[in-house]
Protein backbone atom coordinates (compact mmCIF):
# COMPACT_ATOMS: atom_id res chain seq x y z
CA UNK A 1 0.00 0.00 0.00
CA UNK A 2 1.21 3.51 -0.19
CA UNK A 3 0.72 7.24 -1.76
CA UNK A 4 1.68 8.14 -5.42
CA UNK A 5 2.53 11.14 -5.01
CA UNK A 6 1.25 13.47 -8.24
CA UNK A 7 3.82 13.40 -11.34
CA UNK A 8 3.50 16.81 -11.37
CA UNK A 9 3.37 20.41 -9.54
CA UNK A 10 -0.52 21.88 -10.04
CA UNK A 11 -1.81 25.10 -9.69
CA UNK A 12 -3.51 25.16 -6.11
CA UNK A 13 -7.02 24.81 -7.92
CA UNK A 14 -6.35 21.65 -10.03
CA UNK A 15 -4.52 19.73 -6.73
CA UNK A 16 -7.85 19.81 -5.26
CA UNK A 17 -8.17 16.18 -6.85
CA UNK A 18 -4.39 14.94 -6.66
CA UNK A 19 -5.12 14.47 -3.01
CA UNK A 20 -4.66 10.99 -1.20
CA UNK A 21 -7.88 8.66 -0.30
CA UNK A 22 -8.24 5.26 1.36
CA UNK A 23 -8.77 1.53 0.15
CA UNK A 24 -8.56 -1.40 2.48
CA UNK A 25 -4.92 -1.76 3.48
CA UNK A 26 -2.57 -4.14 2.84
CA UNK A 27 -5.52 -6.15 0.71
CA UNK A 28 -3.12 -7.16 -2.42
CA UNK A 29 -3.80 -7.57 -5.27
CA UNK A 30 -7.65 -8.31 -6.23
CA UNK A 31 -6.87 -10.18 -9.02
CA UNK A 32 -8.02 -13.41 -9.28
CA UNK A 33 -7.04 -16.74 -11.56
CA UNK A 34 -9.01 -16.45 -14.79
CA UNK A 35 -11.70 -18.37 -16.42
CA UNK A 36 -9.78 -21.30 -17.34
CA UNK A 37 -10.21 -22.71 -13.55
CA UNK A 38 -12.53 -25.72 -13.80
CA UNK A 39 -16.27 -25.63 -12.51
CA UNK A 40 -17.07 -26.84 -8.84
CA UNK A 41 -17.47 -29.99 -8.77
CA UNK A 42 -19.33 -32.57 -5.93
CA UNK A 43 -16.29 -32.62 -3.42
CA UNK A 44 -17.15 -28.76 -2.63
CA UNK A 45 -18.15 -27.70 0.63
CA UNK A 46 -20.30 -25.36 -0.23
CA UNK A 47 -21.16 -21.99 -1.88
CA UNK A 48 -18.74 -20.18 0.94
CA UNK A 49 -15.76 -21.76 -0.40
CA UNK A 50 -15.91 -19.45 -3.64
CA UNK A 51 -15.27 -16.55 -0.84
CA UNK A 52 -12.33 -15.62 0.96
CA UNK A 53 -12.79 -12.42 4.13
CA UNK A 54 -10.60 -10.61 5.07
CA UNK A 55 -10.81 -8.26 8.54
CA UNK A 56 -8.34 -5.27 8.87
CA UNK A 57 -8.47 -2.65 12.23
CA UNK A 58 -6.20 0.18 11.13
CA UNK A 59 -4.89 3.06 13.08
CA UNK A 60 -2.64 6.19 11.82
CA UNK A 61 -1.42 8.84 13.73
CA UNK A 62 0.33 12.09 12.68
CA UNK A 63 3.42 12.25 15.42
CA UNK A 64 5.20 15.82 14.16
CA UNK A 65 4.49 18.95 15.46
CA UNK A 66 5.68 21.20 13.15
CA UNK A 67 5.28 24.23 10.58
CA UNK A 68 5.20 23.46 7.06
CA UNK A 69 7.02 25.30 4.32
CA UNK A 70 3.67 26.94 3.19
CA UNK A 71 3.89 28.21 7.25
CA UNK A 72 1.03 25.80 8.51
CA UNK A 73 1.31 24.91 11.93
CA UNK A 74 0.52 20.72 12.53
CA UNK A 75 -0.22 18.88 15.45
CA UNK A 76 0.28 15.13 16.27
CA UNK A 77 -3.26 13.91 16.42
CA UNK A 78 -4.85 10.37 15.31
CA UNK A 79 -6.18 10.58 11.52
CA UNK A 80 -7.67 6.88 10.58
CA UNK A 81 -9.27 4.45 13.28
CA UNK A 82 -11.01 1.86 11.37
CA UNK A 83 -12.60 -1.41 10.81
CA UNK A 84 -12.00 -2.83 7.28
CA UNK A 85 -13.97 -6.50 5.83
CA UNK A 86 -12.62 -7.43 2.51
CA UNK A 87 -14.72 -9.60 0.26
CA UNK A 88 -13.52 -11.68 -2.77
CA UNK A 89 -15.81 -14.05 -4.73
CA UNK A 90 -15.14 -15.87 -7.49
CA UNK A 91 -17.25 -19.31 -9.16
CA UNK A 92 -16.07 -20.84 -12.83
CA UNK A 93 -19.34 -22.35 -12.72
CA UNK A 94 -19.71 -23.73 -15.79
CA UNK A 95 -16.82 -24.73 -18.43
CA UNK A 96 -15.28 -21.45 -19.95
CA UNK A 97 -17.46 -19.65 -17.72
CA UNK A 98 -16.30 -17.07 -14.81
CA UNK A 99 -18.23 -15.35 -12.36
CA UNK A 100 -15.85 -12.74 -10.13
CA UNK A 101 -16.04 -10.01 -8.21
CA UNK A 102 -14.70 -8.46 -4.74
CA UNK A 103 -16.18 -5.51 -2.62
CA UNK A 104 -15.13 -3.75 0.68
CA UNK A 105 -16.62 -1.92 3.90
CA UNK A 106 -15.38 0.19 6.38
CA UNK A 107 -16.72 1.40 9.56
CA UNK A 108 -15.27 4.47 10.93
CA UNK A 109 -14.33 4.67 14.68
CA UNK A 110 -15.20 8.11 16.56
CA UNK A 111 -11.38 9.28 16.35
CA UNK A 112 -10.86 8.92 12.78
CA UNK A 113 -11.33 11.46 9.81
CA UNK A 114 -14.31 10.12 8.22
CA UNK A 115 -16.11 9.63 11.44
CA UNK A 116 -18.39 13.07 11.04
CA UNK A 117 -17.47 13.34 7.35
CA UNK A 118 -19.66 10.14 6.76
CA UNK A 119 -22.26 11.14 8.97
CA UNK A 120 -22.88 14.64 7.07
CA UNK A 121 -22.72 12.94 3.60
CA UNK A 122 -24.79 10.15 4.61
CA UNK A 123 -28.07 11.85 4.12
CA UNK A 124 -29.44 9.05 1.30
CA UNK A 125 -28.65 6.07 4.01
CA UNK A 126 -30.59 4.99 6.25
CA UNK A 127 -29.47 6.07 9.92
CA UNK A 128 -28.22 2.16 10.29
CA UNK A 129 -25.63 2.95 7.68
CA UNK A 130 -23.97 6.25 9.20
CA UNK A 131 -20.01 6.19 9.34
CA UNK A 132 -19.96 2.76 7.62
CA UNK A 133 -18.41 3.03 3.94
CA UNK A 134 -19.32 0.05 0.90
CA UNK A 135 -17.84 0.22 -2.48
CA UNK A 136 -18.22 -2.60 -4.98
CA UNK A 137 -14.38 -3.27 -6.38
CA UNK A 138 -14.95 -5.52 -9.02
CA UNK A 139 -17.81 -7.52 -10.67
CA UNK A 140 -17.30 -8.98 -13.76
CA UNK A 141 -18.37 -11.94 -16.11
CA UNK A 142 -15.74 -13.55 -18.33
CA UNK A 143 -16.61 -16.33 -21.31
CA UNK A 144 -13.62 -18.22 -22.50
CA UNK A 145 -13.88 -20.43 -25.81
CA UNK A 146 -10.98 -21.40 -28.18
CA UNK A 147 -8.99 -18.75 -28.16
CA UNK A 148 -11.35 -15.86 -27.99
CA UNK A 149 -12.08 -14.06 -23.73
CA UNK A 150 -15.21 -11.81 -23.43
CA UNK A 151 -15.65 -9.74 -20.23
CA UNK A 152 -18.48 -7.86 -19.48
CA UNK A 153 -18.08 -5.85 -15.97
CA UNK A 154 -16.29 -3.53 -13.67
CA UNK A 155 -12.74 -4.41 -13.90
CA UNK A 156 -9.67 -3.42 -13.96
CA UNK A 157 -7.17 -2.45 -16.88
CA UNK A 158 -3.69 -2.34 -16.91
CA UNK A 159 -1.38 -1.15 -19.25
CA UNK A 160 2.47 -0.48 -19.25
CA UNK A 161 4.84 -2.06 -18.21
CA UNK A 162 6.66 0.17 -14.86
CA UNK A 163 3.68 -0.76 -12.17
CA UNK A 164 2.67 2.39 -10.72
CA UNK A 165 4.85 4.63 -12.19
CA UNK A 166 3.86 4.18 -16.27
CA UNK A 167 2.95 6.70 -18.63
CA UNK A 168 0.87 4.17 -20.50
CA UNK A 169 -1.07 3.11 -16.84
CA UNK A 170 -3.90 5.40 -17.41
CA UNK A 171 -7.18 3.99 -18.26
CA UNK A 172 -8.16 3.65 -14.25
CA UNK A 173 -9.32 6.36 -12.54
CA UNK A 174 -7.22 6.37 -8.56
CA UNK A 175 -8.39 7.84 -5.09
CA UNK A 176 -5.69 8.70 -2.89
CA UNK A 177 -7.36 9.70 0.64
CA UNK A 178 -5.39 9.83 2.88
CA UNK A 179 -1.47 7.89 3.41
CA UNK A 180 -3.33 5.01 4.46
CA UNK A 181 -3.23 3.75 0.77
CA UNK A 182 0.52 4.59 -1.16
CA UNK A 183 1.05 2.38 -3.85
CA UNK A 184 -1.11 2.90 -7.08
CA UNK A 185 -1.96 -0.87 -7.19
CA UNK A 186 -4.54 0.15 -4.33
CA UNK A 187 -5.76 3.15 -5.56
CA UNK A 188 -7.44 2.36 -8.90
CA UNK A 189 -10.72 2.60 -9.10
CA UNK A 190 -12.48 -0.24 -11.50
CA UNK A 191 -14.45 0.77 -14.09
CA UNK A 192 -17.23 -1.14 -16.15
CA UNK A 193 -15.56 -2.40 -19.28
CA UNK A 194 -16.38 -4.70 -22.14
CA UNK A 195 -13.37 -6.59 -23.03
CA UNK A 196 -12.38 -8.84 -25.91
CA UNK A 197 -8.92 -10.94 -26.07
CA UNK A 198 -7.53 -13.13 -28.67
CA UNK A 199 -4.62 -15.51 -28.00
CA UNK A 200 -2.30 -17.09 -30.80
CA UNK A 201 0.54 -18.93 -30.79
CA UNK A 202 2.96 -15.87 -29.40
CA UNK A 203 0.23 -12.75 -29.97
CA UNK A 204 -2.23 -11.64 -28.14
CA UNK A 205 -4.93 -9.00 -29.11
CA UNK A 206 -7.28 -7.19 -26.65
CA UNK A 207 -9.84 -4.41 -27.34
CA UNK A 208 -11.73 -2.37 -24.82
CA UNK A 209 -14.53 0.15 -24.65
CA UNK A 210 -16.12 2.37 -21.79
CA UNK A 211 -19.36 3.96 -22.07
CA UNK A 212 -19.49 5.76 -19.03
CA UNK A 213 -15.62 7.03 -17.80
CA UNK A 214 -15.15 8.07 -14.63
CA UNK A 215 -12.08 10.83 -13.26
CA UNK A 216 -10.75 10.96 -10.04
CA UNK A 217 -12.69 12.05 -7.27
CA UNK A 218 -12.39 15.08 -5.17
CA UNK A 219 -10.85 14.62 -1.94
CA UNK A 220 -12.72 14.03 0.79
CA UNK A 221 -13.18 16.76 3.17
CA UNK A 222 -10.94 16.09 6.74
CA UNK A 223 -8.47 14.12 5.30
CA UNK A 224 -4.89 14.92 5.74
CA UNK A 225 -4.09 16.44 2.61
CA UNK A 226 -7.49 18.02 2.15
CA UNK A 227 -7.50 22.39 1.43
CA UNK A 228 -10.92 24.20 1.25
CA UNK A 229 -11.71 25.44 -2.16
CA UNK A 230 -11.78 29.18 -2.04
CA UNK A 231 -14.85 29.08 -5.09
CA UNK A 232 -17.59 26.71 -5.37
CA UNK A 233 -16.72 23.87 -7.76
CA UNK A 234 -19.43 23.23 -10.60
CA UNK A 235 -19.67 19.55 -12.13
CA UNK A 236 -18.50 19.10 -15.67
CA UNK A 237 -20.66 19.63 -18.50
CA UNK A 238 -23.49 17.40 -18.15
CA UNK A 239 -24.69 17.19 -21.58
CA UNK A 240 -21.18 15.65 -22.81
CA UNK A 241 -21.36 11.90 -22.65
CA UNK A 242 -17.77 10.52 -22.83
CA UNK A 243 -16.67 7.26 -24.10
CA UNK A 244 -12.81 5.58 -24.18
CA UNK A 245 -11.90 2.77 -26.60
CA UNK A 246 -8.56 1.32 -27.18
CA UNK A 247 -6.76 -1.34 -28.78
CA UNK A 248 -3.62 -3.29 -27.79
CA UNK A 249 -1.64 -5.58 -29.66
CA UNK A 250 1.35 -8.29 -28.04
CA UNK A 251 3.89 -10.85 -29.04
CA UNK A 252 6.52 -12.49 -27.59
CA UNK A 253 10.17 -13.14 -28.25
CA UNK A 254 13.16 -15.16 -26.32
CA UNK A 255 13.13 -13.46 -23.45
CA UNK A 256 10.95 -10.07 -24.28
CA UNK A 257 7.59 -8.77 -24.82
CA UNK A 258 6.81 -6.08 -26.97
CA UNK A 259 3.35 -4.01 -27.19
CA UNK A 260 1.95 -1.73 -29.47
CA UNK A 261 -1.18 0.44 -28.16
CA UNK A 262 -3.77 3.30 -29.39
CA UNK A 263 -6.60 4.66 -27.56
CA UNK A 264 -9.34 7.23 -27.50
CA UNK A 265 -9.54 8.62 -23.88
CA UNK A 266 -10.27 10.89 -21.15
CA UNK A 267 -8.17 12.55 -19.43
CA UNK A 268 -8.54 10.64 -15.59
CA UNK A 269 -7.68 14.18 -14.17
CA UNK A 270 -10.38 17.08 -14.49
CA UNK A 271 -8.59 20.18 -14.85
CA UNK A 272 -10.37 22.60 -11.85
CA UNK A 273 -10.22 26.71 -13.19
CA UNK A 274 -10.28 29.35 -11.01
CA UNK A 275 -12.85 31.95 -12.27
CA UNK A 276 -11.64 35.57 -13.67
CA UNK A 277 -14.29 37.52 -10.79
CA UNK A 278 -14.71 37.67 -7.12
CA UNK A 279 -18.14 35.79 -7.04
CA UNK A 280 -17.29 33.01 -9.61
CA UNK A 281 -17.27 29.45 -9.58
CA UNK A 282 -14.17 26.78 -10.33
CA UNK A 283 -15.13 25.05 -13.79
CA UNK A 284 -14.65 21.24 -13.71
CA UNK A 285 -13.33 20.74 -17.28
CA UNK A 286 -13.06 17.26 -19.13
CA UNK A 287 -10.91 16.48 -21.93
CA UNK A 288 -10.90 13.37 -24.55
CA UNK A 289 -7.46 12.95 -25.82
CA UNK A 290 -5.68 10.50 -28.15
CA UNK A 291 -2.63 7.90 -26.66
CA UNK A 292 -0.44 5.76 -29.13
CA UNK A 293 2.15 4.02 -26.93
CA UNK A 294 4.65 1.42 -27.18
CA UNK A 295 6.07 -1.31 -24.60
CA UNK A 296 8.98 -3.55 -24.17
CA UNK A 297 10.57 -5.63 -21.35
CA UNK A 298 13.96 -7.90 -21.95
CA UNK A 299 14.62 -10.59 -19.18
CA UNK A 300 18.66 -10.87 -18.91
CA UNK A 301 19.08 -13.30 -15.74
CA UNK A 302 17.57 -12.07 -12.85
CA UNK A 303 17.32 -8.31 -13.97
CA UNK A 304 13.80 -7.32 -15.94
CA UNK A 305 14.19 -4.60 -17.81
CA UNK A 306 11.63 -2.34 -18.77
CA UNK A 307 10.41 0.65 -20.94
CA UNK A 308 6.81 1.94 -21.77
CA UNK A 309 6.33 4.97 -24.28
CA UNK A 310 3.62 7.38 -25.03
CA UNK A 311 2.86 10.04 -27.45
CA UNK A 312 -0.99 11.87 -26.61
CA UNK A 313 -2.57 14.22 -29.04
CA UNK A 314 -4.77 17.12 -27.46
CA UNK A 315 -3.77 17.03 -24.10
CA UNK A 316 -5.07 19.95 -21.93
CA UNK A 317 -1.87 22.24 -20.20
CA UNK A 318 -2.31 23.84 -17.43
CA UNK A 319 -1.32 27.56 -17.35
CA UNK A 320 -1.73 30.59 -14.59
CA UNK A 321 -2.95 33.69 -16.33
CA UNK A 322 -1.74 37.15 -14.33
CA UNK A 323 -4.78 39.87 -14.60
CA UNK A 324 -5.82 42.25 -12.23
CA UNK A 325 -7.79 38.73 -10.58
CA UNK A 326 -5.11 35.98 -11.64
CA UNK A 327 -6.81 33.09 -12.39
CA UNK A 328 -6.44 29.86 -14.27
CA UNK A 329 -6.69 28.41 -18.12
CA UNK A 330 -5.33 25.03 -20.34
CA UNK A 331 -4.24 25.30 -23.62
CA UNK A 332 -4.56 21.93 -25.60
CA UNK A 333 -0.85 20.32 -26.63
CA UNK A 334 0.77 17.39 -27.64
CA UNK A 335 2.72 15.47 -25.20
CA UNK A 336 5.46 12.70 -25.01
CA UNK A 337 6.59 10.43 -22.31
CA UNK A 338 8.44 7.38 -21.23
CA UNK A 339 8.90 5.16 -18.58
CA UNK A 340 12.17 3.06 -17.84
CA UNK A 341 12.40 0.74 -14.92
CA UNK A 342 13.93 -2.12 -13.92
CA UNK A 343 12.77 -5.21 -11.55
CA UNK A 344 16.16 -7.29 -9.93
CA UNK A 345 15.58 -10.36 -8.08
CA UNK A 346 18.61 -10.24 -5.21
CA UNK A 347 17.56 -13.41 -4.01
CA UNK A 348 14.89 -15.74 -3.86
CA UNK A 349 13.76 -13.64 -0.97
CA UNK A 350 15.04 -10.12 -1.72
CA UNK A 351 13.76 -7.97 -4.52
CA UNK A 352 14.24 -4.37 -5.90
CA UNK A 353 12.35 -2.94 -8.31
CA UNK A 354 12.56 1.23 -9.59
CA UNK A 355 11.32 3.32 -12.33
CA UNK A 356 11.61 7.36 -13.68
CA UNK A 357 8.89 8.52 -15.58
CA UNK A 358 9.20 11.75 -17.92
CA UNK A 359 6.76 13.74 -19.87
CA UNK A 360 6.65 16.61 -21.66
CA UNK A 361 4.52 19.16 -23.62
CA UNK A 362 5.67 19.40 -27.10
CA UNK A 363 6.02 23.33 -28.44
CA UNK A 364 4.87 24.79 -24.11
CA UNK A 365 4.32 28.70 -24.91
CA UNK A 366 3.16 28.58 -28.75
CA UNK A 367 -0.56 30.04 -28.60
CA UNK A 368 -0.31 31.49 -24.94
CA UNK A 369 -0.83 35.12 -24.05
CA UNK A 370 1.84 37.28 -22.93
CA UNK A 371 0.78 37.30 -19.38
CA UNK A 372 0.33 33.54 -19.43
CA UNK A 373 2.65 30.48 -18.26
CA UNK A 374 2.38 27.07 -17.92
CA UNK A 375 2.46 25.53 -14.51
CA UNK A 376 4.94 22.54 -15.69
CA UNK A 377 8.50 23.28 -16.34
CA UNK A 378 9.91 21.63 -19.35
CA UNK A 379 10.44 18.41 -18.08
CA UNK A 380 8.37 17.00 -15.56
CA UNK A 381 7.67 13.24 -13.83
CA UNK A 382 8.48 10.89 -10.87
CA UNK A 383 10.78 8.69 -9.78
CA UNK A 384 9.71 5.32 -7.68
CA UNK A 385 12.04 3.00 -5.69
CA UNK A 386 10.46 -0.20 -4.03
CA UNK A 387 12.40 -2.83 -1.70
CA UNK A 388 10.78 -5.87 -0.42
CA UNK A 389 12.48 -8.88 1.45
CA UNK A 390 11.37 -11.70 3.64
CA UNK A 391 12.39 -13.66 6.40
CA UNK A 392 11.70 -16.75 8.21
CA UNK A 393 9.90 -18.71 5.86
CA UNK A 394 8.09 -15.76 4.80
CA UNK A 395 6.16 -15.36 8.33
CA UNK A 396 8.10 -11.66 8.13
CA UNK A 397 7.75 -9.28 5.25
CA UNK A 398 9.13 -6.07 5.00
CA UNK A 399 9.00 -3.32 2.09
CA UNK A 400 10.56 0.09 1.91
CA UNK A 401 8.31 2.30 -0.93
CA UNK A 402 9.99 5.58 -1.76
CA UNK A 403 8.38 7.96 -4.57
CA UNK A 404 9.23 11.71 -5.58
CA UNK A 405 8.39 14.01 -8.30
CA UNK A 406 11.62 14.84 -10.50
CA UNK A 407 11.70 18.49 -9.61
CA UNK A 408 12.04 17.76 -6.09
CA UNK A 409 9.15 19.01 -4.84
CA UNK A 410 7.72 16.36 -3.16
CA UNK A 411 8.84 13.08 -1.89
CA UNK A 412 7.52 10.37 0.47
CA UNK A 413 9.04 7.41 2.56
CA UNK A 414 8.20 4.75 4.03
CA UNK A 415 8.61 1.06 5.71
CA UNK A 416 6.66 -1.57 6.52
CA UNK A 417 6.82 -4.50 8.69
CA UNK A 418 4.45 -7.62 8.72
CA UNK A 419 4.38 -10.64 10.39
CA UNK A 420 2.22 -13.27 9.52
CA UNK A 421 0.88 -15.26 13.15
CA UNK A 422 -0.44 -18.06 11.45
CA UNK A 423 -2.65 -19.01 8.43
CA UNK A 424 -5.45 -16.36 9.23
CA UNK A 425 -3.71 -13.73 11.80
CA UNK A 426 -0.92 -11.06 11.09
CA UNK A 427 -0.05 -7.67 12.29
CA UNK A 428 1.68 -4.88 10.39
CA UNK A 429 3.60 -1.39 11.22
CA UNK A 430 4.06 1.23 9.34
CA UNK A 431 6.22 4.56 9.17
CA UNK A 432 5.67 7.30 6.72
CA UNK A 433 7.81 10.57 6.12
CA UNK A 434 6.05 13.13 3.36
CA UNK A 435 8.13 16.44 1.75
CA UNK A 436 6.83 18.68 0.08
CA UNK A 437 7.70 22.46 -1.03
CA UNK A 438 4.91 25.58 -0.87
CA UNK A 439 5.05 25.65 -4.60
CA UNK A 440 4.59 21.70 -4.94
CA UNK A 441 0.64 20.48 -5.20
CA UNK A 442 0.26 19.18 -1.56
CA UNK A 443 2.28 21.76 0.68
CA UNK A 444 0.07 20.96 3.39
CA UNK A 445 2.37 17.43 3.79
CA UNK A 446 5.61 18.80 4.37
CA UNK A 447 7.75 17.33 7.13
CA UNK A 448 4.37 14.96 8.20
CA UNK A 449 5.36 11.60 10.09
CA UNK A 450 2.50 8.83 10.43
CA UNK A 451 3.01 5.94 12.21
CA UNK A 452 0.73 3.01 11.67
CA UNK A 453 -0.72 -0.47 12.72
CA UNK A 454 -3.04 -2.86 11.69
CA UNK A 455 -4.03 -6.24 12.75
CA UNK A 456 -6.01 -8.79 9.97
CA UNK A 457 -7.67 -11.72 10.04
CA UNK A 458 -8.44 -13.54 7.04
CA UNK A 459 -10.70 -16.84 6.17
Known sequence: MSLALPARAEPSAAALASEPVLDLPDTGSLAFDDASASPPTDTDSGWLDRFTFKFTQLLYAQVHDHKTDSGRHKQATVEDNRLGLLVKYQNPFAPGWNLQGSGQAKLYWPSDYDFEGLSSQSIEMEQRLDNVEMRLNELYLSKTFGSHTFKLGRQTLVWGEAEGNSVLDTLNVLEYRDLSTIEVEDARINQWFAVWEHFAANRRWAMFVNLNPQFNPLPRQGSPAYSAPLFPIDDPNPDRHPIEVGARMQWSVEHSDLSLMAAYLQENQLHYLTPTTLNGHIQSKDNGYWLLGASANRAIGKLLLKLDLAYSVGLLEDTNILAPIPHTSTA??????????????????????????????????????????????????????????????????????????????????????????????????????????????????DQDVRLGFSISYSL
Not at 357 to 372: I, K, N, P, T, W
Not at 387 to 400: A, E, G, K, V
Not at 404 to 413: I, S, V
Not at 431 to 436: D, I, K, Y
Request: with cysteine; hydrophobic share 40%; aromatic share 12%.
Open 332 to 445: RKDQIGASFGFDYALTNDQNINASVQARSFLDQDSGLAVSERTSNGDIFGTWLIRYNCRFWNDTLTFISYNQGTLNAGQALTSAMLTYSIDDHWSVMGTVVGTFANKQSALPVL
